[in-house]
């Protein structure tokens, strides 16, 4: 299993930002997919998942309002989409496959994960 991020970049405060990640696995339908975070000298964190079943998500609260998790079985690929992004949201985000089929925020519950996209909010 492989994933790929992309779609961080340099933005002001106040901007948006699309992330999306594709896998390359046959079974995307069946997994929980998740979004974290690190930030330089902070440990990773929880950012938000969406479910195997119902594509249901889940959202840390730093950012509820502020995100939207989506998947797209057909493309593999599941998108975080921030919105009025804050200096405090720079870091590199990461995506995860979770093994179970509903939301988990805890990264123990992961197995793969993607390389990582920097996103830095900066004026």
């Known amino acids: 299993v492989q994933l790929q991020a992309s779609g961080g970049g340099l933005v002001q405060p106040g901007d948006s930002l699309r992330l999306s990640c594709t896998a390359t696995v046959r079974t995307f339908r069946l997994y929980t997919w998740g979004w974290f975070r690190q930030a330089p000298g902070k440990e990773r964190e929880f950012v938000a998942a969406i479910s195997a079943d119902g594509g249901i998500p889940e959202y840390a609260d730093s950012v509820k309002g502020r995100a939207t998790i989506s998947r797209y079985n057909a493309r593999n690929t599941v998108d975080l989409q921030l919105n009025s992004l804050r200096p405090d949201d720079s870091a590199v985000y990461y995506c995860?496959?979770?093994?179970?089929?509903?939301?988990?925020?805890?990264?123990?519950?992961?197995?793969?994960w993607g390389q990582g996209t920097q996103v830095t909010v900066s004026s």
């Open positions: 995860a496959r979770s093994r179970f089929r509903s939301t988990t925020a805890r990264s123990g519950d992961y197995d793969y």
